[in-house]
């Protein structure tokens, strides 16, 4: 299977501040991306697609000022999480498609924790 | 948006018994996987069954696309089975995700 490699796995910052989360396809070039978010006890939702070279597209009801993403390069998306408050903190998972394009792989994921 | 319902939303095993997870879906699709999320919360991909029947190892998957459902068979259950299995849909590699089935295989 593909590799996917995000990071931080996780990440405590203070209300207001900004944090970014890296997402890179390590064994093959993706020119889409996405990011999905997992409250506690939840299952995923889809909140944006990365394109590389391009604008990304949000999914109804996400904040696209508050959740900058940035596609630059065939294998690195970043999602930054900007003036974070606590009701930010969650998990935060990327994925890509694998070579030969026929299934999703995701990365370990980063955990978000706001205080 | 596609609808995707997992049950049973929860299922407690005895190690060595079968199961079946089921996954309806409300449209058609060309992508439909299976994942085990462990408890540090990756997502391993068991399956990826957009139609067909798949086995690996004590797993099988069949997916019957033309009645939108999609099955996973845990056989020989193990106490390393326990965890989240989340079936996911959709279009290409964009997927909706099911609510999950919790398994707990005791020992």
């Known amino acids: 299977g593909a590799v996917v490699s995000q990071h931080p796995s996780w990440v405590i910052c203070k209300s207001g501040t900004s944090v970014k989360i890296e997402c890179r396809s390590l064994?093959?070039?993706?020119?889409?991306m996405f990011w999905y978010r997992q409250f506690p006890k939840q299952s995923l939702m889809l909140m944006a697609t990365?394109?590389?070279?391009?604008?990304?597209?949000?999914e109804q009801g996400v904040e696209k000022d508050k959740f900058l993403i940035n596609h630059a390069s065939l294998t690195l998306s970043t999602l930054t999480v900007t003036s974070a408050h606590p009701e930010d903190s969650s998990f935060y998972i990327c994925?890509?498609?694998?070579?030969?394009?026929?299934?999703?792989?995701f990365g370990q994921g980063t955990r978000l924790t706001v205080v | 948006g596609i609808q995707v319902e997992q049950s049973p939303p929860d299922l407690i095993l005895q190690e060595g018994a079968n199961s079946t997870l089921r996954c309806n879906f409300s449209?058609?699709?060309?992508?439909l996987q299976w994942f085990h999320q462990n408890p540090w919360g990756q997502l391993i991909n068991l399956f990826y069954?957009?139609?067909g029947t798949k086995q690996n190892g004590r797993l099988s998957a069949t997916t019957v696309a033309t009645e939108r459902y999609s099955l996973l068979y845990i056989s020989s259950s193990q106490t390393t089975d326990s965890g989240v299995y989340f079936c996911?849909?959709?279009?290409?590699?964009?997927?909706?995700f099911g609510a999950g089935t919790t398994v707990t295989v005791r020992a």
């Open positions: 996911a849909v959709g279009s290409d590699y964009k997927l909706s």
């Open positions: 064994d093959f070039q993706a020119t889409t």
């Open positions: 994925s890509a498609p694998g070579r030969g394009g026929t299934e999703a792989f």
């Open positions: 449209d058609s699709v060309n992508n």
């Open positions: 069954i957009p139609s």
């Open positions: 990365s394109n590389e070279g391009s604008k990304a597209t949000y």
